[in-house]
């Protein structure tokens, strides 16, 4: 069984920084990308940055120049440092894993809990 456990989320003021972080366990072959996703009250789950296990990265143009995602891959461990953050970075943030179980099998995308971030203006 695969679990994601992530943290760092809280409230701060508008401008300041946060950390994420989120750590994969259990058994499982690879994990290829690793990522936030963030959802906003009455909005859908969108993309905020991804990174795969080459460091390859992609960040949502929203966050570009602010946001910055790093992987450990010794430790299956993926954080998100957000600085100059905005009101509108406000919502919840879930961190996903896409891996292989075993190496015969298609790759599927795990979910973290989420954790609220909220930056007051």
């Known amino acids: 069984q695969v679990q994601l456990v992530g943290s760092g989320g809280g409230l701060v003021q508008a401008g300041g920084s946060l950390r994420l972080s989120c750590a994969a366990s259990?058994?499982?072959?690879?994990?290829?990308?690793m990522g936030w996703y963030r959802q906003a009250p009455g909005q859908q789950r969108e993309l905020v940055a991804t990174i795969t296990s080459s460091g390859s990265t992609n960040y949502a143009d929203s966050v570009k120049g602010r946001f910055t995602i790093v992987r450990d891959n010794a430790k299956n461990t993926v954080y998100l440092q957000m600085n100059s953050l905005k009101p509108e970075d406000t919502a919840v943030y879930y961190c996903?894993?896409?891996?292989?179980?075993?190496?015969?099998?298609?790759?599927?995308?795990?979910w973290g809990q989420g954790t609220q971030v909220t930056v007051s203006s």
């Open positions: 259990g058994s499982f072959f690879a994990i290829n990308a």
């Open positions: 996903n894993a896409r891996l292989k179980t075993a190496r015969w099998v298609r790759e599927s995308d795990y």
